[in-house]
């Protein structure tokens, strides 16, 4: 299993930043997979998850309505689009898929918000 993530970067508040996760080594199309986070010296929290169809995803309260998860089977891509960003919003960002009753992480990409 291989997650690569891509896409993080230096943004002022209220921009936006679209991350990619390209996945490998299992068969993507039937998993969920999640988008989780981790900011300096805080532990990791969950972000979003989308099912394996991409019919249903969900969201922490704390990026409702600002974030949205979405994935490209075909791809084998994983995608978050983030608007609206804040400067609590800065941290590493992991895609992740639990497989074989293992959870796999990508390398993470970093995000900060900064003016």
């Known amino acids: 299993v291989q997650l690569v993530e891509s896409g993080g970067g230096l943004v002022q508040p209220g921009g936006s930043l679209r991350l990619s996760c390209v996945a490998s080594?299992?068969?993507?199309?039937?998993?969920?997979m999640r988008w989780y986070r981790q900011a300096p010296g805080e532990e990791r929290e969950l972000v979003a998850t989308i099912t394996n169809g991409g019919r249903t995803t969900t969201y922490a309260e704390f990026v409702q309505g600002r974030f949205t998860i979405s994935r490209d089977n075909g791809k084998n891509t994983l995608y978050l689009q983030m608007n609206s960003l804040k400067p609590d919003d800065t941290a590493v960002y992991y895609c992740?898929?639990?497989?074989?009753?293992?959870?796999?992480w990508g390398q993470g990409t970093q995000v900060t918000v900064s003016s």
């Open positions: 992740s898929v639990l497989f074989g009753g293992n959870t796999y």
């Open positions: 080594g299992f068969a993507f199309r039937s998993y969920f």
